[in-house]
Nanobody, 121 residues
Framework: QVQLVESGGGLVQAGGSLRLSCAASGRIFKIDPMAWYHQAPGKQRELVASITSGGSTDYADSVKGRFTISRDNAKNTVYLQMMNLKPADTAVYYC???????????????WGQGTQVTVSS
């Protein structure tokens, strides 16, 4: 079992910044990738950014140039630095990761509980 604990959400004015953190704990042999998704009311959950253990990143077009994803492999922690926030960024942000069982090589998917980000205009 793996637990993902997020922190860092909150209320910010448009143009402001927030930094989200997500720490993974439990039986972890290999955790890859780590990612952030968001879900606005009435909309589907969408990928915001992802990062591999080797540092390769991918971003949604809507956040390129404003958000930066990073990770600390030693701490199994992923971060999302969000700059120049817009009201359209308002959503619940979920941490996501995949792990691999050391013996069976079976892969598992994990989600955090979500953290609310609200951007006021």
């Amino acid at each position: 079992q793996v637990q993902l604990v997020e922190s860092g959400g909150g209320l910010v004015q448009a143009g402001g910044s927030l930094r989200l953190s997500c720490a993974a704990s439990g039986r972890i042999f290999k955790i890859d990738p780590m990612a952030w998704y968001h879900q606005a009311p009435g909309k589907q959950r969408e990928l915001v950014a992802s990062i591999t253990s080797g540092g390769s990143t991918d971003y949604a077009d809507s956040v390129k140039g404003r958000f930066t994803i990073s990770r600390d492999n030693a701490k199994n922690t992923v971060y999302l630095q969000m700059m120049n926030l817009k009201p359209a960024d308002t959503a619940v942000y979920y941490c996501y990761s995949e792990t691999e069982d050391v013996t069976t090589k079976r892969r598992f998917r994990w989600w955090g509980q979500g953290t609310q980000v609200t951007v006021s205009s």
